[in-house]
């Protein structure tokens, strides 16, 4: 099948695993709707999967779906799920003609009838080697411009992006690398000198507060509660070392909260007015 070459896209990858890329994604998607009304999203290799009507579908896939109400199939938008036995199974019997076919055909079919396609990677640069589909494989497989996202700082990531940068540069990459800027950090910092009322804690509502810090929100269940319900209407909530649960992104968005920034491990969502 021939690929869609029309349609702008986007590949963001990073320097490791739980590095952003999906928050980045989320960011990118409510900035992108203000240029392109439709916006389509496509993970096309996923290791984190739940099952959708007996599918199996990467979880993120259906976080940006819930999030933004994608409207594609959700099986268009993670089209191969790495599970327990795929690596095995394709030493043995691998087709990656076939793989490739899969995820060219999911891309178009998220492309089509959109403005910009975001495409989200798996892990750093060199993930899915061993099947053929690492991310700078699957980049240049769908013809897309990269953004590396990493953590912050001076000696790590700049080490951490020259290892990613030659696995990519081998497969003709073309990108620009993402860091949480100063500004954003210095807004990290006024925030969390607002008045909290709760961080970690199942606490007794109250109105007025500023800062609301969930640590691990789906050990709290309560709190999503009291913001759905609109006893509780923080400024700012930061749900620090989010787990693989996509009901505190339903919830704040219910609620009128916009991801406004991720720094270190923490993603930070201001109430909108």
């Known amino acids: 099948m021939e690929l869609n070459k029309v349609t702008p896209r986007i590949y963001v990858a990073a320097t490791r695993q739980d590095d952003g890329k999906t928050t980045c994604c989320l960011g990118l998607y409510a900035a992108l709707e203000r240029k392109f009304p439709r916006i389509g999203y496509i993970k096309p290799v996923g290791q ?14 259906v976080l940006v779906s819930d ?38 055909s999911a891309f178009n079919r998220v492309a089509w009838e959109h403005d ?20 700078a494989q699957v980049a240049k497989l769908l013809g897309s411009k990269v953004v590396i996202v990493t953590t912050g700082g001076v000696g790590r990531p700049v080490d951490e992006v020259s290892l990613n940068l030659g696995l990519e540069l081998r497969h003709g990459w073309q990108g620009t ?19 909290v009322l709760a961080s970690g804690k199942d606490g007794e509502s109250e109105n007025g507060v500023d800062l609301l810090a969930i640590h691990r929100p ?15 209407k923080p400024r700012w909530v ?26 270190d491990d923490d993603e930070y969502f201001e109430r909108e007015s």
């Open 48 to 61: 984190r999967f739940v099952e959708v009507a007996g599918k199996k579908v990467d979880e993120d896939s």
């Open 67 to 104: 999030t933004y109400d994608v409207n594609l199939p959700i099986e268009a938008m993670s089209p191969i799920a790495v599970d327990r036995m795929f690596t095995r199974n394709y030493l043995k019997q691998g087709n990656l003609p076939e793989m490739q076919e899969t995820i060219v």
């Open 116 to 135: 910009f396609v975001i495409i989200e990677g798996t892990g750093h640069a060199g993930v899915g080697s061993v099947i053929d589909l690492s991310n």
């Open 177 to 195: 690398l993402w860091e949480p800027s100063a500004k954003a950090r210095e807004r990290a910092k006024q925030v969390r000198r607002c008045r």
């Open 218 to 232: 789906a050990e709290f269940p309560g709190v999503w509660e009291e913001l759905a319900a609109g006893r509780i």
């Open 238 to 263: 930061v749900v620090e070392n989010r787990e693989p649960d996509p009901q505190w992104a339903k919830a704040l968005a219910r609620s009128g909260f916009r991801m406004r920034f991720f720094i």
